[in-house]
């Protein structure tokens, strides 16, 4: 029997410590959470000031009976969860539910797992810090009343199954204001003058430092240019330096593995997560840029023994967000002298990104010079520049180099190298001179990081919920996550080179998008509906002055209970006020105009399954209808968009001697044939897909279905064993099975494969029960 017992939250975590402790400590897990407001309108008691009901959640019951069991045989408990206010709501909810008393309770946090962090925290325990847990309460309790009020508003006015939240809400408005201003923005052509010179076997760019409004003004230009002298007038060198980056917050660790590694917001914090357990990494929530003293100790160690002490420069850094939590630590490696470390690729990838970030931090600036040479042309008092930097001194960019979310641009992409060896009256030789047409940019859709960062800027959400609203927002389908092509246009290119002058029209592809956030339809209808009806919820300065209360709430500054009640309040007489509004004054449809063959009236519209357009009125016994494709919205399609899509379903030919069908359903475009489905890829259209190409499509589906299938059961049809992503399953109805390791899965028998489906969990709304086959 051990004397302690240390609960912590997770047990990868538990087993990392117990290494650390000796015989007389037990290390046990809660899973996480262990208690939550139950379904249902009893969890919160408004008339009595807000008091919660808590219950343990199904999933938690025998993980609270086996820690009630070890409690029973400790002499001191160690409450070990997070050191966030989660975590202090995690050691309440503990304390309360293993009816813990004060003299046998101590809360200890670290934010590394390492010997000395978790042998010092077990040195200095403290008791649970009560403003902690109720800023967590306040949090949870007013986005349960703004959710259980807000939601049921929603399916009444709207559509069944929608939801609202109040940071996801405002996450979701920022998207589609984002659409909108694309949709508006009226793009400008401009003309960018740039110019390659030949220097003694090198190439020297340059361009002029303006562009030309027309495409006149520009040939003017470049004609004046024909039989001039390009000559350097003037060469100027500059010092410069470049300083590294903080280390990374929750935000930017999101931010930057988004860009450098292509991780979601989700993926970052899962890997960093395991980091963490294993010890390798501090706390992965944080939004402080600031190092303990020792870990600056170890950074400068290891920048003098790697690199030498030349590369050191000792920094503080301090954060801007008023909520941050100084005392807490940027995220870091607990052990500076490991540059990379074992695991899964994703943790070496990760791993390697927070540590050279953090040593990067603690390096010298790098020393630039900047030359920049002006060059005078003897026909035109016009000039051009051509710049160049080199690196006298690396500094902290040996290590590292923090990407920016800024959208490549062609036009931008002068010489950022060393120029070639320049004088002053120098004759350069003229290889080209180009005239070419941009055309000016709306602002980017967001990226998930990018999205973060912006929610961040605003002060609006935290560390624990960044990663959260993004999934949430993605899982409710206000919004989705794709890459969508650009479109076609023409620019103009003109060139002057030998002497002679030259004009043609080229192709480019335009706005094409990579991962970015795009609303759908019920985003802009219900967003539309929150604005107008609950201008607080969805206001951006309100939501972050929320988010400023709980941090006064969490610093004992402010009375929970009050703070809810003055929001409550308000927000409840608005509820009131909207249920009276009739469903009809919902701006959820739109009339488009008639349909020349009926005279009846097109509409566009939200429909049980998605957005759609319809011949004809609600009463209408004869209407039609078709769905609208994916980036269509309700707001902006047109008659003769809409027109098309009821060419839809549409006969492509026959194939077997059955009819090849092409229709746009819930799920997107897809074949009909033979009573299957097959989908069609983005690059395919159903209104022009040929036989030729419906008849490849299904021939392959056909030859993935078989590669799929590995073997069914005469005894039970409904259970298959099949190939999967991550290798050999077994499905059964909706329920897939993983394979034990060591049974292979075209040898199983129908008695071995009851016996493995009998023996694995499976989770339903929950709880996890055991499937009976």
């Known amino acids: 029997m051990s004397k302690n017992l240390v609960i912590v939250e997770s047990p990868a975590k538990a087993k990392t410590i117990e290494g650390y402790l000796g015989k007389d400590f037990k290390v046990a897990s809660s899973y996480g959470h262990v208690r939550d407001l139950p379904k249902g309108d009893n969890a919160i008691d408004i008339k009595n000031r807000f008091k919660p009901t808590y219950e343990v959640t199904p999933d938690k019951k025998e993980v609270i009976k086996q820690l009630k069991s070890l409690v029973k045989d400790s002499e001191m408990i160690y409450l070990a969860s997070d050191d966030d206010r989660e975590g202090e709501a995690i050691s309440w909810h503990l304390k309360e539910v293993l009816k813990l008393k004060d003299e046998q309770t101590k809360r200890i946090v670290f934010r590394e797992i390492t010997k000395n962090a978790i042998l010092k925290a077990i040195a200095n325990p403290r008791q649970i810090d ?117 280390p990374f917050t929750t935000s930017t660790l999101q931010q930057e593995a988004s860009r450098k590694l292509g991780f979601s917001v989700a993926q970052t914090m899962s890997v960093a997560q395991k980091l963490y357990e294993a010890g390798k990494i501090t706390y992965m929530r944080t939004d402080s840029v600031n190092l303990s003293d020792d870990a600056m100790t170890a950074a400068k160690n290891e920048i003098n023994s790697s690199y030498g002490s030349d590369f050191h420069q000792s920094r503080k850094y301090t954060t801007k967000s008023e909520g941050a939590q100084e005392a807490h630590e940027a995220i870091r490696p607990t052990d500076f002298s490991k540059h990379d470390t074992s695991g899964e690729r994703n943790e070496q990838r990760l791993y390697e990104l927070i540590w050279k970030r953090a040593i990067a931090s603690q390096m010298s600036d790098a020393q630039l010079e900047k030359t920049v040479a002006t060059i005078k ?162 206001d951006f300065s309100f939501t972050a002055k929320v988010e400023k209360e709980f941090d006064d709430i969490a610093q004992g500054g402010q009375n929970w209970e009050d703070m809810i009640g003055n929001f409550y309040e308000k927000f409840h007489t608005r509820v009131e006020l909207t249920a009276n509004v009739a469903r009809a004054d919902i701006n959820n449809s739109r009339e488009l105009g008639t349909d020349p063959k009926t005279g009846k009236k097109v ?171």
């Not at 309460?137 to 399916?155: N, T």
């Not at 400008?188 to 303006?210: H, Y």
């Not at 399954?609 to 769905?627: R, T, W």
């Open 603 to 773: 509409i566009a519209r939200l429909g049980k399954f998605g957005p759609l357009v319809q011949i004809g009125e609600q009463d209408d016994e004869e209407k039609q209808f078709a769905s609208m494709k994916k980036g269509q919205f309700i707001e902006n399609i047109t008659l003769d968009d809409a027109m098309e899509l009821f060419k839809l379903p549409r006969d492509v030919g026959n194939f077997e001697d059955k009819k090849i069908v092409a229709a746009i359903g819930r799920f997107g475009p897809y074949l009909r044939h033979d009573s299957k489905f097959v989908s069609l890829g983005k690059e395919q259209d159903p209104l022009s897909i040929t036989e030729e190409e419906a008849v490849q499509l299904i021939k392959d589906k056909r030859e993935s279905d078989e590669k799929k299938h590995i073997k069914s059961f005469t005894e039970n049809p409904e259970i298959e064993i099949l190939n999967g992503r991550w290798g050999p399953y077994i499905k059964m109805g909706k329920n897939n099975f993983k394979i034990p390791k060591g049974k292979e899965a075209e040898s199983l028998t129908y008695d071995e494969t009851i016996e493995i489906i009998e023996n694995q969990p499976i989770k339903k709304k929950g709880k996890f029960t055991k499937k009976k086959a």
């Open 377 to 538: 042309i003897s026909t035109t008092p016009e000039k051009l520049i051509a710049s160049g930097e080199v690196i006298k001194f690396e500094g902290f960019l040996k290590v590292y180099l923090e990407d920016t979310d800024d959208e490549p641009d062609d036009e931008e992409n002068g010489n950022k190298g060393l120029l070639p060896p320049l004088s002053i009256g120098e004759l350069l030789n003229l290889l080209e001179l180009k005239g070419k047409e941009t055309f000016t940019r709306p602002a980017p859709r967001y990226t998930e990081a990018s999205l973060v960062k912006k929610l961040e800027e605003m002060g609006i959400g935290r560390p624990s919920t960044y990663a959260p609203t993004i999934s949430t927002i993605q899982k409710r389908e206000y919004v989705i996550k794709e890459s969508r092509d650009g479109t076609e246009r023409d620019f103009v290119e003109m060139k002057v080179s030998n002497g002679q002058f030259s004009k043609q029209t080229k192709k480019e592809i335009a706005g094409a998008d990579k991962n970015k956030l795009f609303p759908t339809n019920i985003a802009m209808v219900v967003n539309d509906f929150l604005v107008e009806h609950f201008p607080n919820v969805i």
């Open 130 to 246: 009560i403003d902690l847990v109720n800023a967590q309460q306040a949090r949870r309790i007013l986005d349960r009343l703004v959710g259980f009020e807000l939601s049921p508003i929603l399916w009444k006015k709207i559509k069944a199954g929608l939801s609202a939240g109040r940071v996801q809400s405002v996450a979701v408005r920022l998207i589609v204001e984002r659409e909108r201003e694309i949709e508006k923005f009226n793009t400008k052509s401009s003309f960018r003058i740039t110019a390659l010179f030949d220097v003694k076997g090198k190439t020297l760019s340059a361009e002029l430092p303006k562009k030309f409004d027309s495409q006149q003004e520009a040939e003017d230009f470049l004609k004046k240019c024909i039989g001039g002298d390009f000559t350097i007038e003037n060469l100027e060198k500059k010092p410069g330096k470049k300083s590294p980056a903080a």
